[in-house]
């Protein structure tokens, strides 16, 4: 699907299905109707007031690239922010403070990001090994960079987010990429039970003969795991850890996605599982996702080995002056001030995960689905449909944009990657077009 394709104009035959399956989800919602903003901020009525004009006209990549399209390609939410992130960005609009970011604000970044890992994961993780940066790919061409090295190669399980697997060539990394395996039995059974019949593990021989190449030096970890939703045990990190060590490999945690974790699951940090895996890794993460701040450029990258604090400190200034002042501003105060903002937004999120569920329950159970267990993605199999490339279907008979699963690798065929943290509603809509289309053409 190329952005230089002409876009087709929205049909009417979409409005009746879409407008009553949206009014009776909006229907149903708690706290419908009461017309009283929550004292957190998040305005769940006002969310689904919201429709795809009302987006396009915010402005996002999200909703801009593909008009007249439901946005549901690029990982970031449609809730707006939290109160205290909007005031922190108008004091300091008020103050002029948007210069280079100074010592101070990395330093008050860092203490932030700590105090939320110890509060939300039980990491107590000493501040001074925080550093920022302006997002998760740049503190990942660091480590490509200075630890994996040009003419080496790194491990990445599919399928993966997309840059994973384009980002490391720039560097002269060759990527190794190992299938992740879909767990046999009822896929809608036990939706969130931990230890469920059904769901996605490692191929963990996989891994290691990837890691037994000469030329491997690095792995690639996404916990929770976009895009298949995957929330890691601790065994099997510590799997990992144990055969990183038997072949001298160095593990990116990409922990973006910590915050969204769902029922009968916990986010348990790398670093955290032992000694050994804190030495091996490096942990990225941010308030980019569970705050919708990506915009704003600041990431943190969490450095429990020594030797990497120094490199990082020794090599990496530039990715910190390139980190946003005011994301460094709206950073601190998603962290420090909005824990309740996040609750509210987190319940909305699950319920948008629940009618997703109830949809791949229901019209389109043939396709292929492991419910998510953390983020707010989903990945959708449609080769028992016999599509091969969906995304293209979607957005040329559907009108929604969704990713293309070919681009998280080659276990992606006949897949898509589809973003539910939109508008309850719309996304009742997003479900209704897709299944009309289908249905439309005999396959469902």
């Given amino acids: 699907m190329s952005s230089a394709t002409m876009i087709p104009t929205l049909s009417h035959e979409f409005d009746s299905g879409a407008a009553a399956a949206s009014a009776a989800v909006a229907a149903a919602a708690p706290g419908h109707g009461v017309g009283v903003r929550p004292a957190s901020g998040f305005d769940a009525d006002a969310i689904d007031r919201m429709g795809i004009a009302d987006l396009e006209a915010v402005g996002s990549d999200k909703w801009t690239r593909y008009p007249g399209c439901i946005g549901a390609f690029i990982a970031e939410m449609d809730f707006g922010l939290a109160p205290a992130i909007q005031q922190a960005i108008r004091d300091a609009a008020d103050r002029c403070a948007l210069g280079y970011i100074p010592e101070p604000w990395k330093r008050r970044v860092a203490r932030a990001c700590a105090a939320w890992q110890r509060d939300r994961y039980g990491w107590d993780v000493d501040p001074s090994r925080i550093r920022v940066a302006p997002d998760i790919l740049e503190i990942l061409e660091v480590f490509l960079r200075e630890v994996v090295g040009a003419g080496h190669a790194i491990v990445v399980p599919t399928p993966a987010y997309m840059p994973f697997l384009s980002v490391p060539r720039l560097y002269g990394v060759n990527v190794i990429e190992v299938p992740m395996l879909r767990v046999d039995g009822d896929v809608h059974a036990g939706t969130h039970a931990p230890g469920g019949e059904s769901g996605w593990a490692f191929d963990f021989d996989a891994i290691e003969r990837a890691f037994a190449e000469p030329s491997t030096r690095g792995f690639m970890l996404c916990n929770p795991h976009n895009p298949i939703g995957k929330v890691l045990t601790a065994d099997e990190m510590r799997r990992i850890s144990e055969l990183a060590a038997r072949h001298g490999v160095r593990v990116f945690s990409d922990e973006i996605h910590a915050p969204f974790v769902y029922e009968g699951h916990r986010h348990v940090p790398f670093a955290t599982i032992s000694e050994l895996a804190a030495r091996q890794s490096w942990t990225a993460t941010s308030a980019s996702k569970s705050f919708n701040i990506p915009g704003t450029k600041c990431a943190q990258v969490i ?37 309740a903002w996040y609750e509210d937004m987190l319940g909305y999120v699950r319920r948008n995960e629940r009618l997703l569920d109830e949809w791949m329950r229901g019209l389109l ?32 008979k559907a009108h929604v944009a969704l990713t293309d699963g070919r681009e998280c690798g080659r276990a992606g065929a006949g897949c898509v990657r589809m973003n539910f943290a939109m508008p309850t509603p719309l996304l009742a809509e997003c479900l209704t077009r897709m299944a009309d289309a289908l249905a439309a053409d005999g396959l469902i």
Avoid at 366 to 374: L, R
């Fill in 365 to 396: 159970h043939k396709v292929g689905y492991v419910p998510p267990q953390g983020t707010y993605i989903a990945w959708l199999d449609f080769t028992p449909l016999g599509l091969d490339d969906p995304a293209g279907y979607f957005y040329k």
């Fill in 303 to 339: 450095l429990t080995n020594d030797d990497d604090l120094d490199l990082w400190m020794r090599r990496a200034e530039w990715s910190e002056h390139q980190t946003a002042t005011i994301g460094a501003i709206a950073t601190t105060a998603a962290y420090e001030q909005g824990g």
